[in-house]
């Protein structure tokens, strides 16, 4: 499989309906995610690893992840719609689904992959789902305001943690 192809794929998948404003849900584009994805792929963070998307939506992230060979996903999302909409995309057998909030998920994995609220509706949202991927993984993959960037890199350094690399992206 190719990027183009992982981008085809991913864009078939079922889109969450009803989003909810107070979460700050939003749809990840099929071509971010699969360029994510795919960097992820070539740095080796994916393939027989364990993987857990934080605020998983409707999976994307997840399953673009399971399409590229990892071991086992985690679907980790507070809403149960969202969680029922990933349920109904991933067709794979090594995954998990978790209706927690993240701050409640605690298991170690081999990489995070994330699109958070971005604070919008309750300033530093984001924050949460960075710390708990600090505290699971040592290799975090995640989408944030460009705004925010000076905060990231600050919060990395503080908790031990080094920004390797911003791309910027076009989101709507």
Not at 16 to 21: I, R, W
Not at 51 to 61: E, K, P, S
Not at 94 to 108: A, I, L, S, T
Request: hydrophobic share 45%; glycine share 6%; with cysteine.
């Amino acid at each position: 499989m190719n990027k183009k192809q992982l981008a085809i794929k991913l864009s078939k998948l079922e889109k969450v309906e009803k989003v909810k404003a107070v979460l700050e849900q939003y749809a990840t584009d099929s071509e971010m995610a699969a360029t994510i994805l795919w960097d992820a792929f070539m740095q080796g963070d994916i393939e027989d690893k364990v993987v857990a998307d934080l605020g998983c939506g409707n999976g994307i992230f997840g399953v673009g992840a399971l399409m590229l060979g990892a071991k086992k996903v985690y679907f980790v999302d507070v809403d149960k719609e969202s969680i029922g909409v990933a349920m109904r995309n991933c067709s794979f057998k090594n995954v998990e689904f978790v209706n927690k909030d993240v701050v409640e998920f605690d298991e170690k994995v081999d990489m995070v992959i994330m699109n958070p609220p971005f604070g919008v509706q309750q300033e530093h949202a984001d924050k949460v789902f960075l710390e708990k991927a600090m505290e699971i993984s040592n290799v975090i993959y995640s989408i944030h305001k460009i705004e925010s960037e000076r905060f990231i890199e600050k919060l990395s350094s503080d908790s031990g943690f080094g920004v390797v690399k911003i791309e910027r992206m076009q989101m709507f």
